[in-house]
């Protein structure tokens, strides 16, 4: 079958690798339709995550068709259309247990980390993947819900709600300031309604994302590079600060920038990947009752999230910029990798 | 009347000063009949607190007799025997009413503290003290609580068990780890049984503090001194990490520790007063799902916690290592001061 | 003054009575601009409602301007614009402190009880009203909210919303069921989406205002009286049942709907004001790891309430059928107990 | 092997049958070296539970020896020493998911029910059992922990403690009373001191369980056949009730009970199991803010309690008064089912 390998930092191709096989009884083999790509992806293709070796088929995002189950699989059948979810879930280890699959022991990969696809084994950026734990990895899209739709839920989607959204314990009433206006960004502002929020305001260094941003639920917007930022954003609350402030990029300035607009008790939800240490200025802080949140998405809301799809209560079409055919993987990287000129959201790669 | 008089860095005196009264129908005149020491007290005698002006009358802890009471004032009379807290509560402003008195706007020294005796107002260390909003901020003596019993409610307690039982989510079965042995960090132990602690380790740098741990609760005890202290804090895990790690001290290299230990989905609960940034390993971090929280006391668990007094389930009496009388502040002073030496936990003053 | 006098069972006059006098240095005195009957001044008249003696004037919902405060009211200035809640909250009892303001302890009318007027003392349905504990029992009504508005969370917005939704434990993408449609079940459907609710299912006999509940959030309708209305509920729930199922009738026979249609691990929430005993059926429901809640509203959400109303994302004029004039009082009550020919929902009475 | 199997109404024998196989690659098979009998078992044998047929193997509760495992399971291996949780757990549909595993979708015995073990398919009380979701329904008994003390585990404490304490929302501080003291009322007062509860009041008819009471934790005992019962319970209250009331009998006069001394804001924990209806008296219990939970165990505390077992926390042994051979099967019922008598809480059968 044809799959988008990587060979090391900046090298990858679209190119034929053996169809996977199922390895244990609790594995299943998905056919796949539709799949997008994620700015971890890029992250991998640079270099920066060590942990993915040459040779391994990336992705972590996708929706397909069930074509083989192992014999312990008993939720799923062949010709079921699934939802894959980008953490596997062996549902019988302590963490699984308690809710906390993002750290997942069931040793795929490697015990301890729930993201294996395209990271640890092989993922779904093919033509076929095999999913270890179906039974607690996959979810049969709803009647009435598309594959662009459902592929949102993979990982994007429920990373905002359960690491922004819920960890940052948003309430009605709230107003809700997220940073960073990517695909993550966006995820969090589309979910922060479904706890009530009052303002959600949008604050990223792009305007043309900040004016998007107002697509996806962003009452307001604030320019990050003014010099005033930080008075324009108290004068959209109470002259207090924010009751969440969402960190959706990644770097030490951006996390500073949550830790000054957090009112007393509020809350900062981390959601960027970073890779380096931020300062904390607790000389300030430790009186401010707040609290800092952060993690790996578990994707145990992805159930209700879809029902929600299903209703017509959370228009995900949004995030589909650009379409692609899984043959032209490639051009889809293409597309993706220069997100500021093309404005790409999610690229949607179908069969 | 006598008070301990502040006057600026290093400089104290037990002197006269004009009896305190009633300014708002909201407050109260208590006759001070036991107070004792904080660590905070000796930072602000270095000048660590800028604040606070020479001049000020220091001591937010106390317990004594109301003498007198504003038109206002419904819950109190004269002659009751009242708890003192630290926090001042107007009842009123938002931060009041969600229970955020850490915060209260309530116009008393600054508005947005509840911290103001011996701070921004005059305070405990005296004969006699005005207690702004007093009927949200005294409560009742409870009949079979003692006043060395009670004081120990004014700060120490509440502290211990709010920002650190409490804001790190303990739960029955928890392992939790407290960093830190002196009086808070004893407080945390002391209250963790609460929440029904599996384990409790004790981790400081003076052996004879940490044996002392024992005593407040600490089921183990971790030499932080040692090369191997993580490993030994690891093997009294399951292997993953503490689900509480409690910060009590106050510097980036304890807080460091904390992060160090906390397993995935757990807590780490910053109690201590920091006086400059530490670096936040997000890099590291980011992935474990954990929260950090830090924050004032409220005292609203001040009644449940004297609740618990009276019914013989928290034996506070442990805490008073030494006795002192009024007009003995400033030997009382002396003996806190070098607690190190003299083995002081909490020091009594009493009328 | 003029007001709406109680003079026994059947028997009401707009007449003079003296104007209000402050009593207590808490009191304020407030001209009401704005008020409005509800169906519990109905039972009033019918003589249900013992504790309610002649001479007692109605009312407990309104808006208007201090004109008088007492020594010890710090928040309120006479000519503040406010809406009085109709729950008195003394901010001090152990109640209070609680966050059950329901239950308030403080002694206007009767300890224990928040809803005292139009009930234990003179209420709204007058020219002037006194509010005890005006500190904690009255709120600045927001910029940009009219009193219109702002009479709606006197009373059926926050127990809608505190009884119904909250109390009912909704969350993103429940299924919740409303049986009753009449201002507060409609008040119910209006704030369940503050939680995120996927379907809103509202149950009435009267298909009328099945119809009018699709304005105020319901997504589906089931006319009570169908032979198979359990069966076409369960039609639009997974088969399990409703994640919350709300009692906003008050008789028997819909509390017992509501324990029909609740799925395993699902809420019931009575927010219906009940005149007798119901069976309940503990041989089935007691492994159906259920809760039942049941309450008097605390308005302690009226202050995020009107967040969210002056944000413009509740649209509460909706519930305004039917205009008059203060003077115009007994018409108002004419339309407001004719309410299935009228269609009135809240009847707006203004000065 | 032989077993203990049910005859119909009345009729028992310890008897051949033939030894449980591998059915699914997701069962495995114990040896039982431990076994109990509950409460229920004797209700079975009365002819209360018609869906347990003739023919049908007794027991839920037991330790033993994995024997053989099938080809999807990969927590346990032949030789593990096990606790056979009273709930089976598929791990995998979404009640499971949600953890509420009481409802397990899962097909083994009839969907929808998580109690299977001498109910819907054959049970403990035999030489062998067949245990369906192995990963997801035994637990490894932690060394330093005994069988007798992990037999504990299957079904009471867990009972108790999460229908009782949990689902009663028990807080440090709360006075929590408990009706009455058989071995499930027991497990309630042994695990309320999980949660802080500042007293705990049983309630009884007999004189005898109620002494016996304070050594599983109560600090107080009222004879619930005393005409002053409730004076007395409010007595030992601040005069507002109890916080937490618990019904652990199942009749409806104990349920009556219950809801006459839960305070305001307070909760009635259900853990009995009912025969019929009980008269709710919302007229006076609307106004109440209180809830009523009632509920299956869903055994997701079992791996806690079992930590807090072997940390010595939660003296289980208690709860063991007679001990028997599995070979004296009969006798160790016949002990139990005169337990007024013999005073028999658990009676422990070992191989």
Not at 214 to 228: L, M, N, S, Y
Request: proline share 5%; hydrophobic share 45%; glycine share 12%.
């Amino acid at each position: 079958m044809k799959a988008l390998v990587y060979h090391g930092p900046g090298k990858k191709a679209w190119e034929d690798v053996p169809p996977p096989q199922i390895r244990c009884p609790t594995d299943a083999i998905v056919r796949i339709d539709t799949t997008t790509i994620c700015g971890t992806d890029l992250h991998i293709l640079k270099g920066d995550v060590p942990a993915v070796t040459p040779g391994r088929v990336l992705g972590h995002e996708g929706v397909g068709v069930v074509t083989e189950v192992g014999s312990a699989v008993t939720s799923f059948r062949v010709g079921d259309n699934v939802l894959i979810s980008c953490i596997k879930s062996c549902g019988r280890c302590k963490f699984c247990k308690q809710s906390l699959q993002a750290h997942c022991l069931g040793g795929e990969g490697a015990a301890g980390i729930g993201w294996v696809f395209g990271h640890l084994i092989d993922g779904t950026q093919a033509e076929f993947v095999r999913v270890p734990y179906a039974d607690t990895s996959l979810y049969k899209v709803t009647d009435g819900v598309t594959n662009q739709q459902a592929v949102m839920l993979s990982d994007i989607l429920p990373t905002g709600f359960e690491i922004g959204v819920q960890y940052g314990q948003t309430k009605p009433g709230d107003v809700v300031a997220v940073i960073g206006s990517g695909p993550i960004g966006l995820s969090v502002m589309m979910t922060a309604a479904l706890y009530g929020a009052a303002k959600i305001i949008a604050l990223d260094l792009d305007m043309n994302r900040i004016e998007q941003a107002h697509k996806f639920g962003a009452t307001d917007a604030v320019h990050a590079a003014d010099a005033d930022w930080k008075a324009k954003v108290m004068a959209l609350t109470d002259g207090f600060g924010v009751d969440v402030a969402v960190e959706a990029v990644g770097v030490p300035s951006t996390f500073e920038m949550a830790t000054q607009i957090v009112r007393p008790g509020g809350h900062v939800a981390n959601v960027g990947v970073h890779g380096k240490p931020v300062p904390l200025r607790l000389q300030d802080l430790w009186i401010q009752n707040i609290t800092i949140s952060m993690g790996l998405v578990n994707t145990n809301t992805t159930p209700m999230l879809l029902k929600l799809v299903a209703e017509g209560k959370l228009d995900v079409d949004k995030f589909a910029s650009h379409h692609f055919k899984l043959g032209d993987m490639l051009a889809a990287y293409e597309t993706f990798g220069r997100a500021a000129e093309t404005k790409a959201l999610k690229v949607i790669i179908e069969r």
